[in-house]
């Protein structure tokens, strides 16, 4: 349930106000970035993630059905810690679990089991024996890959993505190259399926340009058709 108007414990000094903005933020709970939906206090430009500004005190994961994850407003301990989703830092609120010592991002602790699209079905995997279409590697982290076996693409490397893209994409002003055309072996994978029969082919990129598309919206909090139609404009700017 989302409402208009929270207060929270990471904020004391406002209220924040829930809003929806096409423009990533960082979020000031858990650190990292985010698109979408969003509570805001727009007086000490401090930003929350719905996932992180509506946690639950505990969660369980059919990854880990073993586990059981507690909200932490920071990571346990002294030691750097990773997101066993994403493999990146873990630098401000986390769902721990003490008895295997996992721990998980709140947006990738929520990240959907499925996104499904007309164009193509896409669903997460703790991992999978195919290499991912950006890095060439398998395992590593959680993966989305569609029904059709074409795409699959690691929730790290989309948080890489979008990292390098940051400035291309929402500051460069088109100077940057599309988020689609930075994993190459989608495009040489499809036309070697398609044995180069054009149509095919770019049709086929579209699709890939898609699934990016809405991995990224995942990844990034907001997993809606809206925001992956964002991102997607964001992208054809770069």
């Not at 858990?30 to 500004?53: N, P, Q, V, W």
């Not at 795409?151 to 291309?168: I, P, Q």
């Amino acid at each position: 349930m989302e409402y208009n108007e929270i207060a929270h414990f990471s904020h004391p000094q406002h209220t924040l106000k829930f809003e929806h903005t096409e423009f990533p933020f960082k979020c000031d709970g858990c650190k990292e970035i985010g698109i979408g939906s969003r509570y805001r206090c727009a007086i000490c430009d401090f930003d929350l993630h719905t996932h992180c500004a509506l946690p639950s005190p505990a969660i369980s994961h059919p990854f880990y059905p073993k586990c059981s994850f507690q909200f932490l407003p920071r990571p346990p301990g002294s030691t750097p810690r990773l997101c066993n989703a994403c493999e990146k830092d873990v630098t401000g609120f986390v769902y721990h679990c003490n008895s295997c010592g996992f721990d998980l991002h709140p947006c990738c602790a929520k990240l959907p089991m499925m996104i499904n699209d007309r164009e193509v079905k896409l669903y997460l995997y703790r991992k999978v024996d195919a290499p991912c279409h950006k890095c060439g590697r398998k395992g590593r982290s959680w993966s989305y890959r569609s029904t059709c076996k074409k795409y699959n693409l690691h929730v790290a490397c989309v948080r890489e993505m979008v990292m390098e893209s940051w400035y291309d994409i929402y500051v460069g002003r088109g100077k940057g190259r599309r988020l689609e055309t930075r994993i190459p072996s989608l495009k040489n994978t499809l036309q070697t399926h398609h044995h180069k029969r054009k149509d095919k082919v770019e049709k086929c990129c579209e699709i890939a340009g898609l699934v990016v598309q809405f991995v990224i919206s995942a990844v990034l909090g907001d997993p809606t058709p809206l925001i992956a139609g964002v991102i997607g404009s964001l992208m054809s700017r770069a």
